[in-house]
């Protein structure tokens, strides 16, 4: 099992930033992969950006290319998700998944991840 808990989420204005963090923990050593994925009200849930675990190759949805910047601790345990030039059309519920599998891995496929944070709400005001 791994236990996730985002945290950073908040209001911000157009052209702003955030950054969001990802604690994770319990069976830690078995992460392959870590990714953020984001819904918006009455809207499927999108994925965001990823990074593999192990060798930090990033993978980014083309809307956030440029302004959103993925990276991992590996001492803390903890992925982070720095968003800058912030959007209204940002506004969402951000989630962090885990995928401990590996060899199936898709990073931008959630069925792919079995274990998901609570989420953490970002508002970009215009």
């Known amino acids: 099992q791994v236990q996730l808990v985002e945290s950073g989420g908040g209001l911000v204005q157009a052209g702003g930033s955030l950054r969001l963090s990802c604690a994770a923990s319990?069976?830690?050593?078995?992460?392959?992969?870590m990714g953020w994925f984001r819904q918006a009200p009455g809207k499927e849930r999108e994925f965001v950006t990823a990074i593999n675990w192990r060798g930090g190759s990033t993978y980014y949805t083309d809307p956030v290319k440029g302004r959103f910047t993925i990276s991992r601790d590996t001492a803390k345990n903890t992925v982070y998700l720095q968003m800058n030039s912030l959007r209204p059309e940002d506004t969402a519920v951000y989630y962090c998944?885990?995928?401990?599998?590996?060899?199936?891995?898709?990073?931008?496929?959630?069925?792919?991840?079995?274990?998901w944070g609570q989420g953490t709400q970002v508002t970009v005001s215009s």
């Open positions: 998944a885990a995928n401990v599998a590996g060899w199936d891995w898709v990073p931008s496929r959630p069925e792919k991840y079995a274990y």
């Open positions: 319990g069976r830690t050593f078995s992460t392959y992969g």
